[in-house]
């Protein structure tokens, strides 16, 4: 697809090979100036995740892009559009990391929204509307911040999507001060985002793309260097499951006397997992994790029988029916099976993340650009949480593209090549020159679940 | 079965009737004076143990029973047969508790030969040879002892089983002090026990009958109050198993990518908890059991599929083939569902206890009492260890009367009926009284396996 305005994929290709060396000087600064020793640390608003924005910023600068900090502190860097009015697309992703993570979960996504930026100016491209580049502040929020909060503190932040009062709950797990006082200690305006109307919202954004590392091995097995993301998949979690039996001597007590814990947990697991393949079978989305599982360190022994085990449940799927129906086969499961071993089990409650669809509209628009630069790639879901899916939540059209990464996420062996990233960005270009073109007959928006 | 100089069961049920008084006095003595304010705590080769030693000796001699203890502490109380020279039988189990025990585990076997004896003495029976109550030391080891030791070290020093070495390895948990220092402490002779011969043998002893409380609720479920016990059952033991598979992402990693520790650990006991009812199903003796079974608290994490899992397993039977087949089973399996699921399981090294079965014509002639006494009985196996199965690694012929008890053992909760205790003192004081009759034709000893 070339249209008036728009580069040729050759020309675009080009551009975009000429822009990755800013890109890897910013991953190897980033990596020199936010290492702890072990990975890298770049806490969410504090002194790690400053240094990351400083120097992105001062990169997209010297671009000449224009460059802002909204409220919250998210940063954006922009190339104005003929229409400064109209809607414009942004893509980006976080720039903070979990303590002693990786260089890319996060800063391959900002990064490679500024290359896309620069090759299109340096093909002196005039989009019809702004694009943006956007660093967000503070997605792991998770591994920074306690108390009570949703995470994704950022975007959220951003979004109009805070809970009442959560700038003052989240507090910072090290410091013991509030999300509001971090963010005006970061020279940011809590009170703006406290009261004011959204600073991100439908009539500002066309839509969102992020690009991102896998966090997974498919791509990597699959030979591929990326990925179109169908989905960012719900969970549903039992944090404090439990089986209460009775403990008794192990040597002194027959089979059908015992009330034991883990031998009936045994059962109900094992069911699940057959039941996961009746799932899959079916072509539905479905992971299930039981990451968690121990009888009580003060009680258990070699020669007693368990009285006690406890556990999680990870139900995850694009579907929150999948999830709805896989929980409503373990308390099934769990009733029948403590009823027929004497024990109890108690799975505790459910918490939903639900589902965030990618636009349909996107997602085919990302799918041509691939075929037109000849990108191999596959659609896929996303398992782990992005701020793609707050976008979702307020309406704004989101996608995501992952790139190959191997070492999964989250540690310091996170191993994305610059090769398939330049991929990525060339395909994040190809989508930013041609977004404005009219959509394929057909394609709609497909809501947050 | 009546015979020339043995009592009629109604006089020696009378006789057991009148000597019960004295039981219940002196187990509410050792209740007073070794209560801990939780428990019982009769501290082997300590102040608990000497307590309750005193006590019983002191009752004893003023019965007219001839009263020693030999080089390792063991209590004996002699009723004197006509001929001094030839073996005489034994009846007797330990006085020490475990810290924060029950009552009854031991004490209740002492006492009971001691009332038995008080009642012969009562009805003038001469037995042919001697017949002896035994207050034995230290069952219960592995609560006082570290260090390396092997158990049961009163009955095990007097028999002539002690490793070389181990009056000196076993060393007492809360003093430091070895096994020797404390029993010289207590006022014995260590010296005699390390080099002398066996204090108690074949030559001596002409049979062991220890009666004990049921620590398991077979007796209470099937409204019995005496067992005779089949066998002691062996055990086939992996302290250390392990699955060993890969941490990662529980969202991104879709099922085939996955090495999963736990579902695989799942099936494994899965699949021996079904093998389990097979060996049932033939008619065969075991009970299997993982007591401990845990993912690693440093590693584990709701949304990990799990790297590791550390699980036990405890494998008990009558027969050592039976056990030998559970872990051919459980080896079997692993390195099926490993090679399947790509995780690697360690079992580790399985340690065998070998069973130790009770001697057929006592349990016979247990059986004879029994229906002359119309106590209602059912023969079962015992699924702990026992003093009684050091007798019969000697070539001592050996057997034990259970006892029905509420509340398990080794715990406050011990709850064991004085009526039920008093049948078991009925039918111990008829086996003494008849026990030197031929034994009926076709009875053989079996011996320890």
């Not at 990064?111 to 896309?116: E, H, K, Y």
């Not at 108690?346 to 636009?359: N, Q, T, V, W, Y």
């Amino acid at each position: 697809m070339t249209a008036a305005n728009t580069p040729s994929p050759a020309a675009l290709s080009r551009a975009v090979a000429e822009s990755l060396p800013l890109a890897e000087r910013l991953f190897a600064e980033l990596q020199a100036r936010t290492g702890d020793g072990v990975g890298l640390t770049r806490d969410a608003y504090g002194k790690g995740e400053q240094i990351a924005h400083d120097l992105v910023a001062e990169a997209a600068r010297s671009l000449g892009l224009e460059v802002r900090a909204d409220a919250a502190g998210n940063l954006t860097m922009t190339l104005a559009g003929r229409d400064r009015a109209r809607p414009g697309w942004f893509s980006g992703s976080h720039l903070d990391t979990v303590p002693r993570g990786g260089n890319y979960d996060g800063a391959a996504g900002a990064l490679a929204a500024l290359a896309a930026l620069t090759a299109l100016k340096r093909l002196g491209h005039r989009p019809a509307a702004d694009l943006t580049a956007i660093a967000i502040r503070c997605e792991e929020a998770g591994s920074w911040f306690g108390g009570r909060h949703g995470g994704h503190l950022g975007s959220r932040a951003a979004l109009g999507l805070l809970w009442p009062g959560e700038l003052d709950s989240a507090v910072r797990l090290d410091t013991g001060k509030s999300l509001a006082w971090h963010m005006e200690a970061a020279g940011f305006d809590p009170a703006r985002v406290r009261s004011g109307p959204p600073l991100l919202g439908p009539e500002r954004v066309r839509g969102f793309v992020e690009l991102h590392i896998e966090q997974g091995p498919v791509l990597e097995a699959a030979g591929l260097p990326l990925g179109i993301v169908t989905s960012i998949r719900g969970s549903l979690r039992a944090r404090s499951a439990r089986c209460l039996g009775a403990y008794t001597h192990s040597g002194a007590v027959p089979k059908e006397l015992r009330h034991d814990a883990v031998l009936a947990t045994v059962e109900l697991l094992g069911e699940l997992d057959r039941a996961w393949d009746g799932v899959l079978a079916r072509g539905q989305d479905l992971v299930f994790t039981v990451g968690k599982l121990f009888t009580d360190p003060e009680m258990h022994g070699l020669s007693k029988v368990p009285g006690e085990v406890r556990f999680t449940l990870d139900i995850r799927s694009q579907e929150t029916a999948t999830m709805r129906a896989m929980e409503a086969e373990a308390q099934r499961l769990a009733a029948g099976i403590g009823a027929r071993r004497g024990v109890r089990f108690e799975l505790g409650p459910f918490a939903l993340s639900e589902p965030a669809a990618m636009d349909r509209g996107i997602r085919e628009r990302l799918a041509e650009g691939c075929r037109a630069l000849a990108i191999p790639h596959q659609e896929m879901p996303c398992g782990a949480g992005h701020d793609a899916a707050d976008f979702t939540r307020v309406g704004i059209p989101a996608a995501m593209i992952f790139v190959r990464n191997q070492g999964g996420s989250h540690n310091p062996g996170e191993r994305m090549e610059i090769a398939d990233f330049g991929e990525g960005v060339r395909l994040l270009a190809w989508f930013l020159a041609t977004a404005d073109l009219p959509p394929p007959a057909g394609a709609g928006f497909a809501k947050a679940g």
